[in-house]
């Protein structure tokens, strides 16, 4: 059994009240660290000096500019044991670049170390977005989940979601923005169902909303007992 929760949900067109899309799952693994998702750790009662792995699906904004923020927490915190920070080639170097960027001091003391596209139980699998990205999959207390980070229909992304016991699929279009879609190679509701099907996978759990996908899930697919919507607490 595992838990799944959700710092965020969101796409990186923001709004008030919404977080970019970040899981926590069983209160000691991230995937994919958007802006404020410390503060969600926070408010989860959290404590930010127990997350251990944190895979990253890419390196924009929207999922991955929460990082600093939590290796500075960290470090003001003192926590030593290392974070493990898995993510697309290059995140290593990237990472210590942007914490340069953002004038770390140098007294911080930052234990991370850092993994390229695959660690322990996780497999990463390159989907079809603007920049590379790495879908996880990962086995956790005896389940298989798989998160695509942003992509857009990828027939990678079902393969390596084969017979997953849950698939988290990106899902920011309607099928009625697909020219949206293919322009900024995301998935429309329809790419996420395809995806949903050829892998066999059990239960669906869309996310990287936004208000459109929110309304469209929230009204027409949550009928559907496979189908998960992205909040609170999802036991697996
Ligand atoms: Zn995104």
């Known amino acids: ?10 796409s990186s067109n923001i709004t008030a009240s919404k977080r970019n899309i970040s899981l926590l799952l069983d209160g000691s ?10 503060e969600s750790l926070l408010e989860m009662r959290v404590d930010p000096c127990g997350i251990d792995t944190i895979f990253i699906s890419h390196m924009h904004l929207d999922h991955y500019a929460g990082l600093p923020e939590l290796l500075w ?13 898995v993510g697309p080639r290059g995140i290593g170097n990237n990472t210590k670049s942007l914490l340069e960027l953002l004038h770390t001091p140098e ?11 695959k660690y322990d ?37 079902s393969k390596g979601a084969e017979k997953a016991d849950v698939l988290l699929h990106e899902m920011t279009y309607l099928d009625s923005d697909r020219q949206w879609a293919d322009f900024w190679k995301h998935s429309t509701v329809s790419d996420a169902l395809r995806v949903f099907s050829e892998s066999g ?8 909303l936004t208000s ?25």
């Open 73 to 85: 927490y960290r470090a003001i915190h003192q926590c030593r044991e290392p974070v493990h920070i």
């Open 121 to 157: 139980n996780a497999t990463g699998f390159v989907a079809n977005h603007l920049i590379r990205d790495i879908g996880f999959r990962l086995e956790i207390g005896g389940k298989v989940l798989f998160y695509s980070g942003d992509t857009s229909y990828s027939e990678n992304v």
């Open 1 to 10: 059994m595992a838990s799944l929760r959700f710092m965020g949900n969101w």
């Open 201 to 208: 996978s059990k239960i669906l759990v869309p996310v990287h």
């Open 212 to 236: 459109k996908t929110e309304r469209y899930l929230n009204e027409t697919m949550e009928k559907d007992s496979r189908i998960r919507v992205p909040q609170g607490h999802i036991e697996l």
């Open 29 to 38: 693994i991230a995937m994919d660290f958007g802006p404020h998702s410390i």
């Open 107 to 117: 007294a911080f003391e930052i234990f991370a170390e850092y993994h390229e596209e």
